[in-house]
């Protein structure tokens, strides 16, 4: 999915265009890789829709970064979040 959208990003961006990334209320995990995916791409200027803190919980242990409508990317080793153990523990299925 990340190697898929920064290629077509680019391959956009030779066009000219510019890209935006699309979300279905993912969880967290899934939400930080794709929030790194639109920092590497240089023409993902249009509003990208990050949805997994309208969620009841996002498996992670702090929320990804939005302020004033901006998600920034966490400054941390790989993509910056941790998983929250005890979340998975309390929704695992049977």
Known sequence: MVASFISNAYLAGAAGMPVWHGSG???GILDAAMLHSCAAAAN???PSDILSYERVDDLIVKP???RESYAYPANR???GIELDEEAVRRYRAA
């Open 44 to 46: 993902c200027t249009l």
């Open 25 to 27: 209320h993912e969880l």
């Open 64 to 66: 990804i970064d939005i």
């Open 77 to 79: 080793p790989g993509l």
